[in-house]
């Protein structure tokens, strides 16, 4: 299992999911992403996604249920650096995602995030 790096800046949080990303590297992410809004109080997620060319449905709970968590701890989430065969994908295995904003890269995120 690969440990991802959950880094803080100023009010967000930055994850980059490596391109190795399995199922159990996910639910220990999600435990790590949490603790780390708790302990400070972050209000922003920006998870990078640019290194993944295929998903499959329980990685996209997996960011769906960041999203979910992080909402009710008051915090956003904005996934970034989606290739389109990823979007085709998980609008093929019918996914949704109503907590999540998508952006192209991590400063359209970051502005997002800001309100710019």
Do not use: W, Y
Not at 49 to 73: H, M, P, Q, T, Y
């Amino acid at each position: 299992m690969a440990h991802v790096p959950v880094l803080r800046q100023r009010d967000n949080l930055f994850v980059t999911l490596p391109e190795d990303f399995d199922d159990d590297t996910a639910r220990q992410l999600l435990s790590d992403i949490l603790e780390r809004i708790g302990q400070t109080g972050s209000k922003g997620i920006v998870v990078d996604i640019s290194a993944l060319e295929i998903v499959d449905s329980f990685l996209g709970r997996i960011v769906a249920d960041i999203a979910n968590c992080a909402s009710v701890l008051d915090a956003e989430t904005v996934v970034c650096g989606m290739r389109p065969a990823v979007a085709i994908t998980l609008v093929e295995l019918g996914m949704e995602f109503p907590k999540v904003a998508f952006s192209m890269d991590i400063e359209d995120a970051l502005d997002m995030l800001s309100g710019a």
